[in-house]
């Protein structure tokens, strides 16, 4: 007779291509007053969650996850928190759209037409999203962002693969160092992953090596969380493509949700793009996300600004993984 020590299940979804493995039940109770509190605790106690949801041979190296929770504001409906290869993010853009299809689709929510509301506390703040219902199908998800600035302008470091780097390290709900693509002679194209890759993670830990983050108003969010690497755009119909190197040299699929917002927030910062200007941001793999400034804001002394973001969710399935007692990887493992 087989044993289980763990049953837990998910729901997977993708977000133009990149996958979000939501886990719905069997979460044990997490302490904390906060999301940043409960997130804290959990990487502390019970990170074999995270490792036997994301490693393989339950995931993969590029897999990427959620955790709903009961919320910690009076706003919120749901508290979220993100997982990954390496741990844990601040807020996910990808990831706010696949729940808000999800919630919507299956009627984890109470639903309105045209559109139905969903508020989430996440550790980069509160993220309200609006999902578009007919009564039948959840369709497009839109989502407010916290402010999005640029903390640093025009750093330039220096990598072995590619010598000197130049870009600004932006906030759009994470910390990440934008940077062209055309620098290294490169372009966002899945060809081109490999060296892609290598330039997100080279870029990555020099930023680190020689800038201390410090978010002006909560510490909790003060790490590098990747490399954004825009270029022209790989397909008819977008303004930019972009990828995303994030974590142990994850590659984002989407075209990454705070990623899309701190990029709108660069450039209109930067007077290139004006406030209800759509931008359109295409990913690695050909999907899309919308992008629009709604207004101009400060973050302590940084000028920032609001976003909204727009993308699709798609449902894959639903899945119920158990854990022999006998299983002799019940933490899994991570292999490139």
Known sequence: MLSYVRTIQTIDAHTGGEPLRIMVSGMPPVPGNTILDKRAWLKANRDDLRQFLMNEPRGHADMYGAYLLPPTTPDADFGVIFIHNEGYSDMCGHGIIALGKVLVEMGYVERTVPTTRIGFD???????????????????????????????????????????????????????????????????APEQVRSLIQLGAETKAAVKENVRIRHPLEPGLNQLYGTIIDGAPNRAGVDQSNVCIFADREVDRSPTGTGTSGRAAQLFLRGKLAI?????????????????????????????????????????????????DSDPFPTGFFLR
């Open 276 to 324: 209800g200007q759509p931008l359109i941001n295409g990913s690695i793999v050909g999907s899309s996300f919308e992008v629009r400034v709604t207004d101009s804001v400060k973050v302590g002394d940084l000028d920032a600004a609001l976003t909204e973001v727009t993308g699709t969710a798609h449902i894959m399935g639903t899945n119920q993984w158990v854990l022999e």
């Open 122 to 188: 996440a550790p980069a703040g509160f993220i309200e999203a609006h999902v578009e219902w007919d009564g039948k199908r959840a369709g497009k998800v839109t989502f407010k962002n916290v402010p999005s600035f640029i903390y640093m302008r025009d750093l330039e470091v220096d990598t072995p693969s590619f010598g000197k780097i130049v870009g600004d390290i932006v906030f759009g709900g994470a910390f990440y160092y934008y940077v062209n693509a055309g620098q290294a002679k490169l372009m966002i």
